[in-house]
Structures are given as C-alpha cells and as structure tokens.
C-alpha cells in the first residue's frame, strides 16, 4: 500500500512527538525509507549500481511496506521516507512537516477505476456502487472521473472499504466498480474476466505527485550529500528510459519486488517518471496539476472535505525545490534560465 490510512494519524502522531529529538542528529549513512511504488522502487537501480558510492555520498536505502516507512520516518529511525504529496500533508498534520528535495514522478495510469463487465465508462455508474476505501487519493480520481462525466458523488453510491478488499468485492458482485492502485488494480483485473478500467490516472496527469521528503533539520545539516541523492536520481531516470539499459532496469525493479521484468513493465508505463526537465516544470507554482503545489492544494481541499485533518495546509512549505535547481545549475544552465521555478 502506498497511501495513508486514517487511523495511522495516531500512530503517527505518538511517533513523532517520540522522535522530534532524535530527527535533527546528523547520522551516517543517510537513512532513507522506500516502499512497492515503481516511482520509488526505481532508487534500487542506485543501490544495485553502487551509484551513491560514486558520488561519495554513504546512503542506506531501507524496504518497507508503505505505512510501516512512514512510521520508521515519524519516529526518527529515517532521515527520509518515499510519500505521496497527499499524505506528506497528513503527515505533517500530526506535527512534523517534511519538504520534497526531488520529484521521482505521477501516477500515469496505475491508479484505476475499474468496473465490471457490461458497465462501458464513468457515466454508466449513475446508480450504481462503487467499492472505493473514502478519504484516500482514488477516492478523489473517482470525484475527477464523476465530474468529467457530469456527475457527482451523490449520482453513485459509494460502498467504504479497505482498498485490498477491492478486487474480492468486485468479483463477488457486491460492487459495480471500485478504485484501486497498482499492484491491488492487476489483480482485480486478473480476478474479474471481463473488468476493465474506465477510468485511470492517466486521465488527470499530475493529480497523484511522488516524492521523496526530507526532514528539514537532516536537510540543513547535510546539504551536501542530499544533492548528491538528487543526482543520482537524475542518472536512475536516464537508465531506466535508455532503450538499451531499460531491461537492465527492468530487472533489477523487478527483483526487488519478486516479479517478473515483463510484468513489471506493465507497472512501469503507468508512471511517469519525472527528469530534471520534469522537476524543474512540476516545481513552478501554478493552480494546475502540471505544478506539485497546484496538485497539492487540490488535495488539501479533498482532505478537508472528507475530514481527512482539520485544518488547511500551507502546501508551499512541504516543497524544496532548490536542491534540484542548484543541481540543475550544474548540469544544465540554460535549462535552468528555461524552467526554473
């Protein structure tokens, strides 16, 4: 899982309050918390590559299912963690904000809503029940979809329900659709014959941004080596999307998780990886979904209105966008003078 329950809101705030002091203490290696998202899973070629050591900067990525990564990141025992910008933000609700050095990417077709034969598109749902687990990011590309087609929440009914539960109740016939993320949406489309997605986040490019968030006491106590995490991400990208180094890529991603390269393709064309063209567009504010802060603070208006927190956010202060422009300064000028934000 790779979205935030709402009960961890506890959880987590418990472990911040434990681990605000440890937080600040510069460590060796840098400790960084990473979980099953291919956006994520992609640092794995770093490591696999002895990358980190070449720029001389000592890192120890740590595996993790998604929230647990989350947790070891409250209370201190990661310097950084993977998160969505969603959950970066109800993250922060509980008492520790954390800022986005770099962007590895948005969801591009991974997370689905996904119907049951017979049902052709999102205006087909009118009526109909839809499994979806509420307060969570599908929960709004369901809303995006809806609206697109002239609908609100109030034309369907929406069934709550752990979002793992999704394909069981869709094969069962309990639901008419549901609204899941990869690897959950696969296997509700290997377990239904006839399911198909009528609508992904392919649709809304930008709506489910990927990063890798930093404590802001390790950032200002090791600049230096964060950057070099930030090229070297820059260097995975170019590997991964190289024709010729991609099966290698595809490999090493695949091993981690314990699939097949093949298969893992599949996951991997449904997320678009973000290059330093790529973050330096997405860090220029703007309202739209091309711009990580115009995504966020539509998220923080479903947050809101689903009572995911209480209270708005101020989106500009879980960004950090200089770490990438400063590498992009080094890298490429005039693409700095282009797209800076």
């Known amino acids: 899982m790779r979205r935030l329950p709402r009960f961890g809101l506890t959880v987590l705030t418990v472990l911040i309050a434990a681990g605000l002091g440890a937080c600040g203490a510069e460590r060796e290696p840098l400790r960084v918390g990473y979980s099953d998202w291919p956006g994520w899973v992609a640092w794995e070629v770093a490591v696999q590559k002895g990358w980190f050591a070449e720029a001389g900067v000592d890192v120890e990525f740590i595996w993790f299912e998604y929230v647990p990564s989350m947790e070891a990141f409250a209370a201190g025992r990661v310097d950084a963690v993977c998160m969505t910008n969603g959950d970066a933000m109800v993250t922060g609700t509980a008492g520790k904000r954390s800022q986005a050095i770099v962007i590895n990417d948005f969801s591009n077709g991974n997370d689905m809503c996904i119907a049951r034969p017979g049902i052709e598109s ?8 839809v499994g979806v687990e509420k307060g969570f990011v599908d929960h709004l ?27 069981q109740a869709l094969a069962a016939g309990g639901v008419d659709a549901i609204c899941a993320w990869n690897p959950v949406a696969a296997q ?15 649709e809304v490019p930008g709506l489910i941004y990927d990063a890798l968030y930093v404590y802001p006491a390790s950032l200002a106590a090791r600049r230096d ?28 991603m695949a091993g981690r998780v314990g699939t097949t390269p093949d298969r893992y393709a599949a996951f991997l064309s449904g997320t678009h ?11 220029r504010e703007g309202a739209g979904l091309d711009s990580v802060y115009g995504s966020s603070e539509l998220v923080n208006r479903f947050n809101l209105a689903k009572q995911v927190y209480s209270e708005s956010q101020e989106v500009a202060g879980y960004f950090d966008s200089s770490l990438v422009e400063h590498v992009a300064r080094r890298l490429d000028p005039e693409l700095v003078a282009e797209l800076a934000p």
Do not use: C
């Not at 999102?122 to 029940?129: E, M, N, Q, S, Y």
């Open 122 to 129: 999102v205006a087909d749902l009118k009526g109909l029940r």
């Open 141 to 167: 590309l369901l809303l995006k979809g809806l609206e697109a087609h002239g609908l609100t929440e109030s034309d369907v009914e929406l069934v709550n329900m752990p979002t793992n539960d999704t394909p």
């Open 188 to 202: 509700t489309l290997r377990q239904v014959p006839g399911s198909k997605p009528i609508y992904t986040s392919r």
């Open 225 to 252: 080596d964060w950057l070099d995490v930030v090229e070297v991400w820059f260097r995975v990208v170019d590997f991964i999307r190289e024709p010729a180094t991609q099966p290698e890529a595809l490999e090493i």
């Open 273 to 283: 990886l973000l290059d330093l063209a790529g973050n330096l567009a997405a860090y």
